[in-house]
């Protein structure tokens, strides 16, 4: 019997992704281990791991196909006593993964997944019966419960016919975002825009297919901006010690080759101030509130098509020229899409610093599952009063977006007290 070699799921948010190349071919020998395949997903291009030892009798998805959704099948090995498929492996090299409806009669197979020359065939899971046991995960139970999906009514498409979280969202929805939507009023989720001819004629536009990252990323944002309860705290910050003490150390590291900016001093104020906070460094969950013992640092990086944050972490415990190096190192990779899941994931607070680009002040939308998101804006000379005199000082402004189920304002200011404290002071971040 022939051995099925799936999508797999590189991340927790990973739904499909793009097989960039095939390490493999019909006729091969595999072992678990060998790299058989290359996988973009959203964020990064990742290597596959065989899982199974045999003989690659097919290769079901071809080479370059895009949006195949995860535990597709994409390649067979040989059963024990047999060999490569008479046909030469099924999908033909540099052929494109066109989407193929699925018939009425089959289970829901990924349509993404099918190619011109190809049927995927798998076989059909029946749906449970009333009072056998739902085999769903807990995602997919939860989801369900949202959006009023009965789950018995599904087929599952995950292994051996567990429900996951795509089957539930191709579902009807009839539970209180239906009622809602049906009565007028408020629902958690917003539907796309239409593209009209009427309004834009199509010679007068250009139109950009959604890529990975811009579908995560306005997918994600969207949940969080319409289901996390948030608010804006706003300080303003003098850095002119922070740029004076930045000097010195980069004048005092030039000979080992470090170079420290600004936003890295911000990264470790932030950890410090978390540390010092640890009410604030939190996230919100359905079984309580997570209150981390480190601060893992995420950092918004732009790259082609979208943003990503890689993560700083622990960055409490690493000084000035470690963080340096570990960011010039994540952000070179993110805008390469070489990272791996565990450098994007994981952060228990997130910083974006768009004061480069000459913006005062913003307000960004929470990074979940993530309690609070500082924005930085740029520093400038701006007048300020002391001891009843106006002089000139640069001046940036900062606005922490918190969380309100998990942070209040006053665990917020706090917070912002403590951060103000490190930047405007950055000789207390050594204590």
């Not at 033909?92 to 020359?117: F, M, V, Y």
């Not at 082609?304 to 000084?319: H, M, S």
Request: net charge neutral; aromatic share 4%.
């Amino acid at each position: 019997m022939a051995i099925p070699i799936t999508m797999p799921a590189l991340s927790p948010t990973m739904e499909e992704g793009n097989l960039a190349k095939w390490h493999v071919k019909v006729g091969d020998k595999v072992k678990p281990g060998d790299i058989i395949a290359e996988i973009e997903t959203d964020k990064a291009t990742m290597e596959v791991e065989a899982v199974d030892e045999g003989v690659v009798s097919k290769l079901v998805v071809a080479e370059g196909a895009q949006g195949v959704k995860v535990n597709a099948v994409i390649a067979e090995l040989a059963g024990e006593g047999e060999g490569p498929a008479k046909n030469g492996g099924g999908a033909k090299e540099g052929a494109k993964a066109e989407p193929k409806p699925a018939a009425a009669n089959q289970s829901a197979a990924p349509a993404s997944a099918a190619l011109p020359a190809v049927t995927i065939a798998p076989t059909p899971v029946m749906a449970p019966k009333a009072g056998e046991r739902i085999k769903a995960s807990p995602l997919a139970k939860r989801l369900a419960k949202q959006e009023g999906v009965d789950l018995l009514a599904l087929k599952g498409s995950g292994p051996h016919g567990r429900i996951v979280k795509s089957d539930v969202l191709k579902a009807p929805k009839g539970g209180p975002a239906k009622q809602a939507r049906a009565a007028g009023g408020v629902t958690s989720l917003i539907e796309p825009a239409v593209l009209d001819e009427r309004v834009y004629h199509p010679d007068t536009f250009e139109l950009t297919p959604l890529d990975g990252v811009r579908k995560v990323t306005a997918r994600r944002l969207t949940q969080s901006f319409m289901q996390v309860p948030h608010f804006p705290l706003t300080i303003d910050l003098e850095i002119d010690h922070l740029l004076s003490a930045r000097v010195r150390i980069n004048e005092a590291g030039e000979k080992a080759g470090v170079k420290v900016s600004v936003n890295d001093m911000l990264i470790k104020a932030c950890a410090m101030a978390l540390i010092a906070h640890p009410d604030a460094n939190a996230s919100f969950t359905d079984k309580g509130i997570a209150r981390h013992k480190s601060a893992h640092v995420s950092v918004a990086v732009a790259i082609e098509g979208g943003l990503i944050t890689p993560v700083v972490r622990d960055a409490q415990t690493k000084g000035l020229a470690q963080i340096a190096a570990e960011m010039k190192d994540l952000a070179a990779r993110a805008r390469e899409k070489k990272l791996k899941p565990q450098e994007y994931m994981g952060g228990t607070f997130s910083i974006s610093n768009l004061g480069m680009f000459g913006v005062k002040a913003f307000a960004s939308i929470i990074n979940p599952p993530e309690g609070m998101i500082l924005s930085v804006g740029a520093g400038e000379k701006r007048a300020v009063v002391k001891d009843d005199k106006i002089v000139i000082a640069t001046t940036m402004t900062v606005t922490l977006t918190c969380d309100h189920r998990v942070v209040d304002g006053a665990a917020g200011a706090r917070w912002l007290q403590s951060f103000k404290q490190f930047v405007e002071t950055p000789e207390a971040m050594l204590l």
